[in-house]
């Protein structure tokens, strides 16, 4: 069973770095076809795709994100991670982890961020 967990502060000031991890277990993040992606839900809005890390490392990002967003990977933890630059509150959310495959998903459980000062 592939799990993964969500890890990182709750409340980041405006303007920082938001920085959250995604530990993963039951899986190896450089298994080859293996995708992990972030997304995040805003409060009262749908479930917005932030950006991809393949299993190669190759990164894929929102276009309208893409300019203050970074995914990064430690493969001696099974962990990958995502860097927000110069938050505002409107990117207050909750942020998920997931592993987009067939048949099925793995999603964390999410974590609760607020940007605020």
């Known amino acids: 069973q592939v799990q993964l967990q969500e890890s990182g502060p709750g409340l980041v000031k405006p303007s920082q770095t938001l920085s959250l991890t995604c530990t993963v277990s039951?899986?190896?993040?450089?298994?080859?076809?293996?995708?992990w992606s972030w997304f995040r839900q805003p409060p009262g809005k749908g479930l917005e795709w932030l950006g991809t890390i393949d299993y190669e490392a190759d990164t894929y990002y929102s276009t309208s994100l893409k300019s203050h967003t970074s995914i990064s990977r430690d493969t001696s933890k099974n962990q990958f991670s995502l860097q927000l630059s110069s938050v505002a509150p409107e990117d207050t959310g909750v942020y998920f982890c997931?592993?987009?495959?067939?048949?099925?998903?793995?999603w964390g459980q999410g974590t609760q961020v607020t940007v605020s000062s």
């Open positions: 039951g899986d190896s993040i450089t298994r080859s076809g293996t995708y």
């Open positions: 997931a592993s987009l495959r067939e048949p099925r998903d793995f």
